[in-house]
């Protein structure tokens, strides 16, 4: 257990539903992300929040919709989803002035889109 | 730009043997971070090790070493007397000084420890 917690593990969905990723951490960082990891492609940062601010969307389409409503829990709402958006997707936090210890990041959502 | 290079995707070992984990990075910043992680199975990366850009000094924990060579941009890791629990991906990031706290990582190596 790494203190970051994503619900659910696996979420199957059509093209047409909403859904919504959870994190949740229970480190007391101020930094929280989201980044897509699909198969062999490098990592790809989508959100970045500081103290519950959007600091960073790296042209994520709008399909993806981030939420951060304390410092606590970290959405990712979806909507008309493709294909491609098939993945997992990780949380990560981190605490800026203690980041000997790097970031810490949760098991993932895998995620498929049919 | 930010680039970090695992030219390795796939490594197949035997138990007992060492293997070296390569990572070359591109960066124009002088003030850098350079981590490596680890991705079981199970799917979250663990953290191993984090090296800011003015410490070269080499680094040993365990089984686990780490190269880190300024003038190749080089940030290897080597595992000596590989196990079977050490099979997973391994990612090296890369991080800018200031600004955005975001990691710029490498595809990734899949290492497979076999009996």
């Known amino acids: 257990e790494t203190g970051v917690t994503q619900t659910p593990r696996h979420l199957v969905m059509g093209m047409t539903n909403k859904k919504s990723l959870k994190c949740e951490q229970h480190l007391g960082h101020n930094a929280m992300y989201w980044y897509k990891q699909s198969a062999k492609k490098p990592l790809e940062l989508m959100f970045v929040?500081?103290?519950?601010?959007?600091?960073e969307n790296n042209s994520v389409p709008s399909r993806f919709s981030p939420e951060c409503p304390n410092s606590s829990h970290l959405f990712l709402h979806l909507h008309t989803l493709q294909p491609e958006d098939s993945a997992l997707y990780l949380c990560?936090?981190?605490?800026?002035?203690?980041?000997?210890?790097?970031?810490?990041f949760g098991s993932g959502t895998r995620l498929t889109v049919v | 730009a930010q680039k970090v290079t695992q030219a390795q995707t796939e490594i197949s070992v035997v138990e007992k043997e060492d293997v070296t984990l390569d990572c070359v990075y591109e960066?124009?910043?002088?003030?850098?971070?350079l981590f490596w992680y680890k991705q079981p199975p199970s799917g979250e990366l663990v953290f191993l090790i984090r090296?800011?850009?003015?410490?070269?000094q080499n680094e040993i924990s365990g089984r686990y070493s780490w190269n880190f060579q300024k003038s190749t941009s080089s940030f290897n890791f080597t595992i000596t007397a590989s196990q079977v629990v050490d099979s997973a991906v391994y990612f090296c990031?890369?991080?800018?000084?200031?600004?955005?706290?975001?990691?710029?990582f490498g595809k990734g190596t899949k290492l497979t420890v076999n009996p």
């Open positions: 090296r800011n850009s003015f410490d070269e």
């Open positions: 960066t124009r910043d002088t003030t850098y971070y």
């Open positions: 990031a890369l991080r800018m000084e200031g600004g955005s706290e975001k990691l710029v």
């Open positions: 929040y500081n103290f519950k601010e959007q600091t």
């Open positions: 990560a936090t981190s605490q800026p002035d203690r980041e000997i210890y790097g970031y810490t």
